[in-house]
């Protein structure tokens, strides 16, 4: 059974920082591109990271490149968001994504506020 859960969501104040984890199981996990997503209330679902397998190649939404570092572990079939100098717009559901098995997470509430 394909399993993505995300953890590390919560509140954070304008410019601080959060890791977000996204632990997967049932598919092999070294051999699948992984993504992140954001989805904040009223708006559709974004692309926020993708990272190959190896992770050898990496890209970003043009608009969080700078302070979003996409990483995974393969031996701990995990991966990872570090979101660094948090904005208010930056608030929002996260979601992990494997486009090979076509698997989503649950996703992790991030709110960026004072």
């Known amino acids: 059974q394909v399993q993505l859960v995300e953890s590390g969501g919560g509140l954070v104040q304008p410019g601080g920082s959060l890791r977000l984890s996204c632990a997967a199981s049932?598919?092999?996990?070294?051999?699948?591109?992984m993504k992140w997503y954001r989805q904040a209330p009223g708006k559709e679902r974004e692309f926020v990271a993708v990272?190959?397998?190896?992770?050898?190649?990496?890209n970003y939404r043009d608009s969080l490149k700078g302070r979003f570092i996409i990483s995974r572990d393969n031996a701990k079939n995990t991966v990872y968001l570090q979101m660094n100098s948090l904005k208010p717009e930056d608030t929002a559901v996260y979601y992990c994504?494997?486009?090979?098995?076509?698997?989503w997470g649950q996703g992790t509430q991030v709110i960026v506020s004072s």
């Open positions: 990272i190959s397998s190896a992770g050898g190649s990496i």
């Open positions: 049932g598919f092999t996990f070294r051999s699948n591109t």
């Open positions: 994504n494997a486009p090979g098995p076509g698997a």
